[in-house]
């Protein structure tokens, strides 16, 4: 019988070597469903996993809670499982007056005001994207023209966040973040540990700079919420096909080196 993790209820196997992971619902459930042959997985409460195929190579997409702690776990069973490369697709706070609802951002590398970050690696070391696979997202992106924007982000451990945080952030950080989110430092860090590849994409759903607080989409704006789901829609095609063309790239690389 295999060993499954705690937490994803998954085994060697289930999971691919490349994988998106989510705290939304609704990015899971449209990853999931560009995906054939897809095989489920619900573990426990807030994780799900889904692994199928796409033009002809396996791909898994996760679902985890909200928060840097559960995504550490995550990465963690994934890492285990055999999971080499994870792209993270989630939401961020716009710091950069410049940055609107919807506008995508890619994180190049992430302060490190969380603690899970912190737990991996001293304060000092620098929570940095992998930059070949970085670079690789880039240039899909570019050649289907979806716009995004690259550079420093903010992490911190806590959704809703105190305005004497936000004030203290911004005195330090406001001209360096474009945005501040929850994960990307705890994503790298624990990526750069366990010798994984890692970039974290974000999807500007509130605003510093405009007034709009985070969640705010969700409760009161459909036109927001609208603009929202349908940046992630615009994101989702050519980010799962970057993931496969790595996938190949990776492939051939081993298979080069396996005859060299």
Do not use: C
Request: charged content about 20%.
């Amino acid at each position: 019988m295999p060993r499954l993790q705690p937490f994803t209820k998954a085994a060697k196997g289930d999971v691919s070597t490349h994988v998106l992971v989510t705290s939304l619902e609704e990015v899971y459930t449209e990853a999931t469903s560009r995906l054939h042959d897809v095989v489920e997985r619900a573990g426990q409460p807030g994780f799900r996993l889904a692994t199928g195929s796409v033009h002809g190579l396996r791909l898994s997409v996760a679902l985890r809670p909200v928060g840097p702690s559960a995504l550490a776990i995550l990465l963690e069973e994934l890492g285990r499982l055999g999971a080499r490369v994870v792209l993270s697709l989630d939401t961020g706070l716009a710091i950069a007056p410049r940055l609107g609802i919807g506008q995508a951002v890619l994180a190049a590398a992430s302060i490190k005001g969380d603690g899970v970050s912190k737990t991996y690696s001293p304060p000092e070391v620098p929570a940095i994207a992998d930059f070949e696979l970085l670079r690789h997202i880039q240039q899909t992106l570019e050649i289907h023209n979806v716009p995004i924007t690259t550079g420093l982000v903010w992490s911190v451990d806590s959704f809703y966040v105190s305005e004497q945080l936000l004030e203290q952030g911004v005195r330090s950080y406001g001209k360096l973040a474009l945005a501040m989110d929850m994960d990307t430092a705890a994503l790298y860090s624990v990526s750069i540990a366990r010798k994984m590849q890692s970039v974290s994409v974000l999807v500007i759903e509130s605003s510093l700079p405009r007034g709009i607080e985070r969640g705010v989409v969700y409760q009161a704006s459909e036109e927001l919420h609208t603009k929202v789901l349908e940046a992630f829609g615009k994101l989702l095609r050519p980010l799962l096909e970057a993931m496969t063309l790595h996938m190949e790239k990776t492939k051939s690389r081993l298979r080069q080196s396996s005859l060299g």
